[in-house]
């Protein structure tokens, strides 16, 4: 067993240092204080699918599946930061608070449910739209990019091939141009302390990112976005049949085994219901 630990390592370590494109830049003084204090896991929609192959290529052929959606609210000293913005919270005023997608032809789904808005979640902790600070998309999908416009003077980090992609596709969220934006090209250390790394993982879509939450007490989580849907495709690098990019999304995921290697990360996957299940919501937070 020990040998076996060893390898792991060795391996791990080899795949961190043999990884291209894993540059973060801060690395943190572990005796500085991260401006991380807070993160809240928020409730943004709950789907369902007829066939969970579609993100499972040739496994579970024709088994339903639900998966949750998830938003991300961090407080930071330097003010609040929102990552992702969910199922629009129109579709709470819908029939059955529902949205049919329509994703691989007539009647496939995904189905969206939006029982509780983002909007009146945030006002349970008392922060209100203005409040916050930054906001970024891991990428224009619906259910990740649906409510952007609820925080129109909020400056968007966004990776600009995604930016120049969304809206292009019938599944993407166009972007309103006036939305104050800043176009990132790769990684990015958002405060420069750290606490707060934007990672590059395309493949999902062009422009696709994950985040890097450095949090004092709970130690470093990434939050992946759709970089992987659930914990099942990241242990066997599923990639689902509409992907952008199939070579791209299994680099990804590389990059991300490594940083988790390197910096002995949690992964949070937005969709993977167990996970979900296990982990405490707003109000509740992590530290
Ligand atoms: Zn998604």
Request: with cysteine.
């Amino acid at each position: 067993m020990k040998a076996k630990i060893t390898f792991s390592l060795v391996v791990a370590l080899a795949l961190a240092l043999a990884t291209p494109g894993v540059r973060i830049s801060a690395t943190p003084n572990p005796q500085a204080k991260s401006g991380v204090d807070r993160l809240y896991v928020i409730d943004c929609g709950d789907g369902t699918g007829s066939d969970e192959s579609h993100w499972t290529p040739g496994v579970n052929v024709g088994t339903p599946i639900g998966f949750p959606g998830h938003c991300y609210l961090i407080h930071h000293t330097q003010g609040w930061v929102l990552w992702d913005t969910g199922i629009d919270d129109a579709v709470a005023q819908l029939p059955n608070h529902e949205e049919v997608f329509h994703e691989w032809g007539p009647g496939t789904g995904p189905i969206w449910r939006k029982p509780i808005t983002l909007a009146a979640q945030l006002e349970e902790i008392h922060v209100k739209p203005s409040d916050i600070k930054l906001m970024a998309v891991s990428h224009s999908h619906p259910d990740h990019a649906g409510n952007v416009e609820m925080f129109p003077n909020t400056l968007m980090l966004v990776q600009k091939v995604e930016y120049e992609w969304a809206g292009s596709r019938q599944d993407t969220v166009g972007f309103n141009k006036k939305h104050p934006v800043k176009l990132v090209d790769g990684d990015l250390d958002i405060f420069g302390d750290g606490s707060l790394v934007l990672l590059s993982t395309p493949g999902h879509t062009p422009g696709h990112q994950s985040l890097l939450v450095r949090l004092p007490k709970t130690g470093p989580v990434i939050l992946s976005g759709d970089a992987v849907h659930f914990q099942t495709s990241f242990e066997h690098r599923y990639v689902p049949d509409n992907n952008w990019n199939k070579q791209a999304s299994l680099q990804s995921v590389d990059k991300l085994a490594a940083v988790i290697a390197k910096e002995h990360a949690q992964l949070w996957i937005n969709h993977d219901q167990s996970q979900s299940d296990s982990q405490k919501k707003l109000p509740a937070y992590y530290e």
